[in-house]
């Protein structure tokens, strides 16, 4: 891996999305970083950011997002490894491409989730045209799912604006209307 290089990769947590979900159903996401350079001023492989407000720093605006930086250079570093112990440790040594095969072989057997992972890394790098094909599925996958609830809520939007049509035509009030609906005056009148 050349010193500039930086790996980003987004994992779903809490209520994360399922294949085939919908991107509005996403709770939770964490961003991680896996660099090969030292990135931030600190001894600590391992760093996670959250956003805060900058004067109060334990003032916390979403806990939907963190921001996880692993840096591998001090990962490297570390005279004790616990690869038994920490499954973090098991990741680092998996991602690392200084690790020699016996261990990447003993971390995978070690950690289901690491086999599974290599699996469909496997799978997915066998070409260029099946890490497209694969890319193209899944984005396709969530913008259909997508289109699907804007759909809905565009649906949901037009029914509630024959329901202004008709109650406007009944001649209820502006502001009945809009304490029904929602709709602004300015909507209403151009209904």
Do not use: C
Request: no cysteine; net charge negative.
């Amino acid at each position: 891996m050349d010193k500039r290089s930086l790996f980003y990769w987004s994992k779903e947590y809490a209520a994360g999305l399922k294949e085939g979900q919908d991107y509005i159903d996403l709770a939770k996401v964490i961003a991680i970083n896996i660099v090969d350079f030292e990135f931030l001023n600190t001894e600590k492989f391992h760093t996670v950011f959250h956003l805060r407000e900058d004067r109060e720093t334990t003032l916390i605006l979403t806990d939907v997002l963190e921001i996880h930086y692993l840096d591998m250079v001090k990962w490297r570093r570390l005279r004790e490894k616990d690869i038994v112990g920490e499954p973090l440790h098991r990741w680092l040594a998996y991602f690392d491409r200084g690790s020699p095969p016996e261990l990447l072989e003993e971390v995978k057997k070690m950690d289901d989730a690491i086999h599974r992972a290599d699996e469909r890394m496997v799978y997915v790098t066998g070409d260029a045209e099946a890490i497209r094909a694969y890319e193209m599925r899944q984005m396709g996958i969530y913008d259909m799912n997508t289109m699907r609830h804007e759909g809905k809520l565009e649906g949901k939007a037009e029914g509630i604006e024959e329901i202004a049509r008709k109650m406007k035509a009944l001649g209820d009030s502006i502001d009945r209307i809009h304490s029904i609906t929602g709709l602004s005056a300015e909507a209403i009148e151009s209904l």
